[in-house]
């Protein structure tokens, strides 16, 4: 199960907006608004919790958090999952949570998140530089058009979002309020509605979405990828390879931190259109099987199938084999982890489903995901134990 979103039972249901043009939109949208919120849908910007409600509602403070962290993993290319922690005893939103742990949000204090109110415009501002700052983008000072001096209530910014506002004026993430025969206005204290604030993270990644190579790495160059590996098959084996001679499984994060290694591995992404397009997927793994992964997810890239990957993640500091760097999950949402009942049947405990054949994002057993896996020496956890199915999980060592 994933961390650095964690996985579980109310984790993220993200965008079902990718798999029709019409799934999780918004209702009411404005005529001025219907392009710009069409093109939040198609980058992936728009959470769930927006399905169905008002466009021109006021943005609240939660449904905000989830926007920003769709926005996050637009502009670092790196993943998110949702967190088992309680940081707020008003709110377990695993947006919220997540937002939270990157650093993109503050409660109000004594635990309070306040998640229905309406958040102000400059602190959306700041928000957004938060993303920034979480993914080690810099955003140096530019001569654009737009400037924060234009505004006549400049003065009414506070304090702690000045530099966030005057960024997002300079980069022309927000602009200014018009009100018939008045000059436009910053309104900082304002708030938004869910289309402009769609609207202006669809802006916000434009342009501070970083440039990716989505090319697949060349395995005689990668220095991860053994182009002739033979894979440990017993669990002795696999202990000796992942801990060394008589090694054993890390007993503190600080110790499982210090080996794991970011990889880059080439996915496909699945667009409103039904179309496919080539992109990078960013994963901390365990650096002995480092290789493995890389091998794994070429293999996948590779396939006839093109099975697209919206979310995966591997290793997080908790219990199982994900503390270790030796477990992934893919698309949770729709590979469901559900336990088994007396009669036969399932209940989902983390996802909505599994529904391979029908959702693309469901993995079908005997598929390109799951023998790409098998045959590095995976186990699948929707046939590995008599308990429970956990469609999304390969695990190394069968937990």
Same mark, same amino acid.
């Given at each position: ?6 996985? %579980? ?6 965008? #079902? ?16 608004? !219907? ?20 466009? !021109?509602?006021? *943005?609240? %403070?939660?449904? /905000? ?23 707020? %005893? ?28 309406? *958040? ?30 234009? +505004? ?25 309020? $018009? ?12 708030? #938004? $509605?869910?289309? !402009? #604030?769609?609207?202006?993270? =669809? ?5 501070? #979405? ?9 395995? $005689? ?13 017993? @669990? ?14 890390? !007993? ?24 496919? =397009? ?8 365990? +650096? ?40 992934? @999950? ?42 790409? /896996? ?11 134990? %008599? ?13």
């Amino acid at each position: 199960m994933p961390h650095s979103f964690l996985r %579980r039972a109310s984790s993220l249901a993200l965008l #079902a907006a990718l798999l029709t043009p019409q799934a999780g939109a918004l209702s009411d949208v404005s005529t001025w608004a !219907q392009d710009g919120v069409a093109a939040a849908q198609e980058a992936g910007l728009m959470p769930s919790a927006l399905e169905s409600r008002s466009a !021109q509602g006021e *943005i609240t %403070r939660a449904e /905000f958090c989830g926007i920003a962290v769709n926005a996050y993993k637009a502009v670092s290319g790196k993943a998110v999952f949702a967190s088992g922690k309680k940081p707020f %005893r008003d709110c377990d939103d695993p947006n919220v949570v997540a937002a939270y742990e990157l650093e993109l949000v503050n409660g109000r204090g004594d635990g309070v998140f306040d998640p229905d109110s309406s *958040i102000q415009r400059q602190d959306l501002c700041v928000m957004l530089c938060n993303i920034l700052d979480a993914a080690g983008i810099e955003a140096p000072a530019i001569a654009g058009d737009a400037c924060v001096e234009d +505004y006549p209530d400049v003065p009414e910014i506070n304090d702690y979002a000045v530099d966030a506002m005057i960024t997002m004026v300079d980069y022309t993430v927000v602009n200014g309020i $018009t009100n018939a025969g008045q000059p436009a206005t910053l309104s900082p204290s304002g708030t #938004a $509605t869910r289309e !402009q #604030a769609l609207i202006m993270a =669809t802006r916000f990644c434009t342009a501070f #979405a970083e440039e990716k190579d989505t090319t697949p790495d060349d395995p $005689t160059t990668d220095p991860w990828v053994d182009p002739n590996p033979s894979f440990p098959q017993t @669990d002795a084996e696999k202990m000796e390879l992942v801990y060394g001679v008589g090694g054993q499984k890390y !007993q503190t994060a600080e110790e499982a931190e210090a080996n794991m290694v970011e990889i880059a591995v080439p996915v496909w992404r699945l667009q409103a259109d039904g179309t496919k =397009t080539s992109d990078t997927a960013y994963l901390q793994v365990n +650096y002995n099987l480092a290789s493995i992964y890389e091998a794994v997810f070429e293999e996948i890239y590779n396939g006839d199938e093109q099975f697209p990957i919206k979310d995966v993640g591997c290793y997080s500091w908790r219990t199982g084999e994900h503390s270790q760097g030796t477990a992934v @999950d893919i698309n949770w949402e729709e590979n469901m982890e559900a336990t088994i009942n007396e009669d036969g049947s399932l209940t989902p405990t983390t996802g909505s489903y599994w529904l391979p054949g029908e959702d693309p994002y469901s993995i079908p057993e005997g598929g390109d995901v799951y023998n790409a /896996f098998i045959s590095h020496g995976f186990l699948w956890g929707g046939n590995a134990w %008599r308990s429970k199915r956990d469609y999304m999980h390969f695990s190394y060592f069968g937990t």
